[in-house]
């Protein structure tokens, strides 16, 4: 232990990846391009709150630009998300598009357009994988959040994309509070459709700002999680979400570093740059594609990204014993619940987060949202379902996030 | 394998970065880290040499070191980065 930073002041020689990784790549590694605001869902912990096309989106036209250009740069895979990318007209036409021209796909689905006839075209278009977002193992628990009928959207879809051959597809799963208990289940359904469970971290960005606190795993679940995680290795997929776990034993697979404007960034449908797709705000807000110097000049030049790429202090946290693997966790997870972006993760294993939350802090006004006013009722997700099958506000509480204001009030 | 020919998998793309190259296999989706420039350059004369040997000492590698720079193209052939010339057995 030691208070001296560890992290290196110019980029060194050899060394690992993970050091090289600090000062930036030419080009990233985890580029995720959200193609429209557009959702027909309105799930409660939307992180770039979609819902309504902006009349800004980039033209189709725009989109092969990019492509272009991501080509140009050698940016082998791209993910692409939303909103839901597949309400997009042209979004058949641009990923048959990206492919042709050496960039592979990943995208992110509620399912909603994966037919027989649009699942048989995945499985016979190579460099395409296809992420199927699903955050609950039962109906219940899923549409929760997801809102009526999106669990078996989901479902429907992996039973097409198997039916029609398509190998390895992903299960997407945003561990709760409330899918905790289910992450076998989870890994079930995944096998039955001969898909790969994915399990990513919730983050209290877009409208998960909202619900993070009722949503976000209690600290004992945390460590469910990392057990969960290092009995299943290699057989599950993380995006390196959890590194702000690592405290709890050995290393996660994976790379242990908040990647944001070092290796991954976000291109929004209007064609802003952001830091990581975690982090719409304008606080991260790098450039946009359409400038002079297009996407490159942004990821190579911007101020932002290259302030991010130089060192950082991690005030307390550089006298943690386990800053070298967690190294303060995620900074968007700090900077949507108000927290320093120096100090730990508000889901710290050591519990400094814990006391950091109940301190003072200003959680950040959100610069963009695109959610609909009004969902007609039958196609919002109603979280009071679930909350009224929760135990009894007036039970003594089960451990100190549990206390309620108004635990042992009889009116 | 040092007196074997070796090449690039036709499915890999190599890109500079500022510590050496990324490897990605456009086939098996797999991204490796060439961690040192002449590594990259080891894997570039692989086009050009009739042998592993050879592209070793045109990338200027001192023979000490040969050891671990083979054990570094294993490990690139355990993912299929590079793979033995055709009609050649490996
Ligand atoms: S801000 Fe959080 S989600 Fe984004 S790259 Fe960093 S650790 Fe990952
Ligand atoms: S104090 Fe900081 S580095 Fe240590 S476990 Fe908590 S968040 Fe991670």
């Keep these: ?411 | 394998m040092r007196d074997e020919e070796w090449r690039l998998s036709p499915a890999v793309a190599l890109r500079p970065e500022p510590f050496g190259a990324m490897a990605y296999h456009f086939g098996n989706r797999k991204l490796t880290f060439l961690k040192r420039p002449e590594l990259v350059r080891v894997v570039q004369y692989l086009q050009d040499s009739e042998t592993v040997r050879q592209a070793l000492s045109q990338a200027g590698v001192p023979e000490s070191q040969w050891p671990a720079y083979i054990g570094a193209l294993r490990s690139l052939a355990a993912t299929d980065m590079i793979r033995p010339s055709e009609g050649q057995d490996q």
């Design chain 1, 1 to 411: 232990m030691t208070d001296v930073i560890s992290t290196p002041v110019a980029r060194p020689t050899g060394g690992s990846l993970v050091d090289q990784f600090e000062f930036g790549l030419d080009a990233p590694i985890c580029l995720t391009w959200e193609l429209t605001y557009a959702c027909n869902l309105a799930c409660v912990h939307c992180l770039s709150s979609s819902g309504r096309r902006d009349p800004r989106e980039l033209t189709t036209e725009q989109c092969e630009a990019v492509i272009d250009e991501l080509q140009r740069m050698q940016v082998f895979y791209v993910n692409i998300g939303g909103g839901e990318p597949t309400v997009r007209p042209d979004f058949w036409h641009l990923l048959q598009y990206a492919v042709d021209h050496q960039v592979g796909v990943k995208f992110s689905t509620n399912g909603i357009r994966i037919d027989k006839e649009k699942a048989a075209f995945l499985a016979s278009t190579p460099y395409v994988d296809v992420q199927i977002s699903l955050d609950g193992a039962t109906a219940e628990v899923n549409d929760y959040v997801r809102g009526p009928g999106s669990y078996d959207t989901a479902i429907r879809a992996l039973k097409n994309l198997k039916e029609a051959g398509f190998k390895d597809a992903k299960v997407s799963v945003v561990v709760t509070r409330q899918n905790v208990g289910q992450l076998d289940d989870f890994k079930r359904i995944a096998d039955e459709h001969g898909a790969t469970l994915r399990l990513t971290r919730l983050r209290p960005s877009g409208r998960g700002a909202d619900v993070w606190d009722e949503l976000h795993p209690l600290p004992e679940q945390q460590r469910t999680i990392y057990n969960w995680l290092i009995a299943n290795g290699d057989n599950v997929l993380t995006g390196d979400s959890f590194f702000h776990l690592a405290p709890f034993g050995e290393s996660l697979p994976g790379l242990n570093l908040c990647g944001a404007g070092r290796v991954v960034c976000l291109i929004d449908p209007v064609g802003d740059v952001y830091a990581c797709p975690f982090a719409i705000h304008e606080t991260f807000l790098a450039g946009n594609v359409l400038n002079e110097g297009g996407f490159k000049e942004v990821w190579q030049e911007s101020a932002l990204f290259t302030e991010l790429r130089s060192p950082q202090t991690s005030g307390a946290c550089t006298k943690c014993a386990f800053f070298d693997s967690c190294r303060g966790g995620c900074m968007a997870a700090k900077f949507f619940t108000g927290l320093p972006l120096d100090g730990p993760d508000p889901e710290c294993v050591q519990g400094h987060g814990e006391a950091a939350l109940a301190g003072d802090r200003n959680r950040p006004q959100p610069s963009q949202d695109h959610s609909r006013a009004a969902l007609p009722k039958r196609a919002q997700p109603v979280m009071v379902q679930l909350s009224l099958t929760r135990p009894d506000i007036t039970a003594p509480p089960v451990s100190a996030c549990a206390a309620s204001p108004l635990a042992g009030f009889q009116p």
